[in-house]
């Protein structure tokens, strides 16, 4: 097994020298960072002289010839992904490393994509005398508008590893209710995709074999039989419309959201559904109060906060309640008041709020309702899925009666004829 010399540097910014066996370069560097360090330089023990000779003439090009290139990359970075770069750099900061120096670490130990294409972006602005935030707002597929604004908070308040450190539990706190919501919907989703595979095979294969065994003997059909069969002939005939359906009610959808207006009522209307509804409503109060006592325990400005977070809410009848909030903080009256004409939220949530900006814990309040609300989510959640299994038990049942009793109310009265 090949030998790798590294080197690398652990949570206190202490360089560290060793060797590691490993199959390859990507496995060594697996194995480094489970130890918790963080790798600088990497090479394979006994590499050829030739290489040698390449690195020496490389050397000696001038640094613009030698600045890497990135990798072409679809979409942008991941949440998951952006979250263990925040953590990680949070951490690099905290051991007392150098952002230029911090950000090379993380931008070499990164997959080829959109992050590490983002980083060497950010990287190159830094080195040429860019603030940090200013380098992170050229690259919006990576760093958004909350992200940037926390950064310069931090910049200017001399504490971006405490803001980073706030980022970083943010991104966790956003990523584990993501997980958690995601993570209850896949039994459903698994459930529904297998039952409507399973009516389909019936549908395309097995009713057409009954109809050719009725048309034989004549039998006169029921009306029941013959709306399963129209159906199943539908499905024989026309198959290749099944897949369009969702892409098209997907496409209808998204064009809708388009317009503000069509957004606002497709909101309106998922807010007022059973269960559905208020998991949207708590899951954005959520997310919006987090980022707003983020960003204000950052020292980010209180308007410029709240445009923040209405960009981060997802949710027009959100958004134009946030329109409504800075319109009015704008005039002179406190963000409680406001709030409560809204009708988005809870009194417990407008009280908070009003409590908060009487003792100067704003910050402290909104933290405390984000927490409250997560945990609410999680229990609607649970709830939904919990009411969702008898219900497809339910529907699944319905259909399967349906199916039978077509097919054997002719099945019968051949039999009896026969007999």
Excluded at 54 to 75: I, N
Excluded at 178 to 201: D, E, H, S
Excluded at 337 to 346: G, H, S, T
Aim: charged share 25%.
């Amino acid at each position: 097994m090949p030998e790798y010399q590294y080197e690398a540097m652990d949570s206190r910014g202490l360089e560290v020298k060793d060797v590691i066996n490993a199959a390859s370069e990507a496995e060594a560097q697996t194995k480094i960072r489970e130890q918790g360090y963080f790798v600088t330089k990497i090479a394979e023990k006994g590499r050829k002289k030739k290489d040698k000779e390449k690195t020496k003439a490389d050397a000696k090009k001038p640094a613009q010839a030698k600045r890497k290139k990135g990798t072409f990359s679809f979409g942008g970075v991941k949440a998951k992904h952006l979250t263990t770069f925040t953590r990680q750099l949070s951490t690099l900061q905290d051991a007392g490393l150098p952002i230029l120096r911090s950000l090379r670490i993380l931008e070499g130990q990164s997959k080829p994509g959109p992050l590490k294409n983002s980083l060497m972006g950010v990287i190159e602005d830094v080195e040429s005398g860019n603030t940090l935030s200013e380098a992170m707002a050229k690259q919006p597929k990576a760093f958004d508008n909350l992200y940037v604004n926390m950064v310069k908070a931090g910049e200017a308040g001399g504490a971006l590893e405490i803001i980073l450190q706030r980022l970083a539990e943010f991104k966790e706190k956003s990523q584990s209710l993501k997980r958690k919501v995601k993570g209850a919907m896949v039994y459903p989703v698994a459930v529904i995709t297998v039952a409507t595979c399973i009516v389909g095979f019936i549908m395309y294969w097995i009713i057409p074999k009954f109809k050719e065994i009725f048309n034989d003997f004549g039998v006169e059909l029921p009306a029941i039989t013959k709306v399963l069969i129209d159906m199943s002939d539908w499905v024989v005939n026309y198959w290749f419309l099944i897949p369009t359906i969702p892409v098209a009610f997907v496409l209808l959808f998204k064009i809708i959201r388009k317009n503000r207006t069509g957004a606002y009522i497709i909101d309106r209307i998922a807010l007022k559904i059973p269960i559905i509804g208020q998991i949207i409503s708590k899951s954005t109060v959520a997310r919006t109060c987090r980022t707003l006592g983020t960003l204000i325990a950052s020292g980010v400005p209180i308007l410029e906060a709240l445009g923040i977070a209405r960009d981060t809410a997802g949710n027009e009848v959100f958004r134009n309640a946030f329109d409504h909030i800075i319109s009015a903080i704008r005039e002179g009256e406190a963000m409680a008041v406001p709030l409560k004409e809204a009708r988005i939220v809870d009194d417990l949530v407008v009280n908070m709020v009003d409590v908060g900006e009487e003792t100067g814990a704003l910050d402290n309040m909104l933290y405390k309702v984000a927490d409250v609300y997560d945990e609410e989510v999680g229990m609607l959640v649970e709830g939904l899925v919990n009411l969702l299994e008898p219900l497809m038990v339910v529907v699944l049942g319905l259909i399967v009666g349906f199916i039978v009793i077509a097919l054997f109310m002719p099945l019968v009265k051949l039999l009896n004829e026969l007999s």
